[in-house]
């Protein structure tokens, strides 16, 4: 069974950090790209960032460049999203997903986990 599972979502105060991780299963980790997405309230889902767990190629949305950073451990088919500086405006639900190539695209990625909440107070 294709699993993948978010973790460590939180309350924090601007400026502060969390590092969300996004457990896989069920499938070929290494041959899958993961997207984090993010959907706050009234607001459509959107890509934050990916990264190709093959050869570790990353992207990010412009509003994250310089403060989030999307890693893999490949070993424990697990991706972080470490988040820094964060705002108010980073408040969502966030999502990771595994796709077949680097998109921005909901439509480009197979596998959803459940999300987990990321709230940061001003």
């Known amino acids: 069974e294709v699993q993948l599972v978010e973790s460590g979502g939180g309350l924090v105060q601007a400026g502060g950090s969390l590092r969300l991780s996004c457990a896989a299963s069920?499938?070929?980790?290494?041959?899958?790209?993961i997207g984090w997405f993010r959907q706050a309230p009234g607001k459509e889902r959107a890509g934050v960032s990916c990264i190709s767990s093959s050869d570790g190629s990353t992207y990010y949305e412009d509003s994250v460049k310089g403060r989030f950073t999307v890693s893999s451990d490949n070993a424990k088919n697990t991706v972080y999203l470490q988040m820094n500086s964060l705002k108010p405006e980073d408040t969502a639900v966030y999502y990771c997903?595994?796709?077949?190539?680097?998109?921005?695209?909901?439509?480009?990625?197979?596998?959803w986990g459940q999300g987990t909440q990321v709230t940061v107070s001003s």
């Open positions: 069920g499938f070929t980790f290494d041959d899958y790209v």
């Open positions: 997903a595994a796709g077949r190539y680097p998109s921005s695209s909901r439509d480009d990625y197979e596998y």
